[in-house]
């Protein structure tokens, strides 16, 4: 069974200062992982995907993520934040063994201090 | 290019009453979605229709949830009877296709409060 823990439900940075949002997963098999963020009112919107191309992922918004398997992670990150990035963040697993539906995490809101 | 579009946004509902709620996904896209997102909790898939077949209803409650996708383009999916634990923001998603590499696009979101 595929599944993925947020390691954080509440990450707050000021604006201008990197941003760590971490994620672990667990897959049978080589899965896809996907940051999906969803802002108030608004529809989830993917961020980035990693499909088994390169490991380091560059998403909208400057957003990227690395996909390190001896870690089982995909951790997402952001030089430096903006107050437009305040936001729900899902990270989301698929696999074949889990049909390649997609399973989300829990949410990590992120809120930016001005 | 037009996005996933939902009706009702909101919804307030007494239990055991009956709801529906509606999504037209993008055009062209085979693949259609329905979630269920909970407070505090990630979504979960409900159903996926390709065209107007199912692909996975395993988690979709079957005694008081039904969803359809006619002509296999919009898609209706109805609560009936409510249950105060059904309250929830229901989310519909498309896709070109079911392969997890393409990229679902989500709607707004139907909010349903059962009181």
């Known amino acids: ?114 | 290019e037009a996005g996933v579009a939902q009706s009702p946004r909101y919804k307030i509902i007494e239990k055991r009453q009956s709801v529906a709620f509606w999504c037209n996904p993008i055009s062209g896209h085979a693949t259609l979605y329905w979630y269920q997102q909970i407070l505090g909790q990630g979504p979960k898939l409900l159903i996926q229709f390709q065209n107007n077949g199912v692909v996975d209803d395993s988690q979709l409650p079957k005694d008081r949830f039904s969803a359809e996708r006619l002509k296999g383009v919009d898609s209706t999916l109805k609560i009936q009877p409510a249950k105060l634990e059904d309250s929830a923001v229901y989310l519909c998603a498309s896709s070109l296709g079911a392969s997890p590499k393409e990229t679902q696009y989500f709607g707004p979101g139907t909010r349903l409060l059962v009181l």
């Open chain 1, 1 to 114: 069974a595929q599944s993925v823990t947020q390691l954080d439900s509440h990450v707050s940075v000021s604006e201008g200062t990197p941003v760590l949002l971490r994620c672990n997963y667990s897959s049978s098999y080589s899965p896809s992982l996907f940051w999906y963020v969803q802002h108030p009112n608004k529809g989830l919107q993917l961020l980035l995907k990693y499909t088994s191309a390169a490991t380091l992922v560059k998403g909208i918004n400057g957003f990227e993520a690395e996909f390190k398997k001896s870690e089982t992670s995909f951790h997402l990150t952001k030089p430096s934040a903006h107050m437009s990035d305040a936001a729900e963040y899902f990270c989301v697993v698929s696999d074949p063994s889990g049909n390649e539906k997609l399973t989300f995490g829990t949410g990590t809101r992120l809120t930016i201090i001005p």
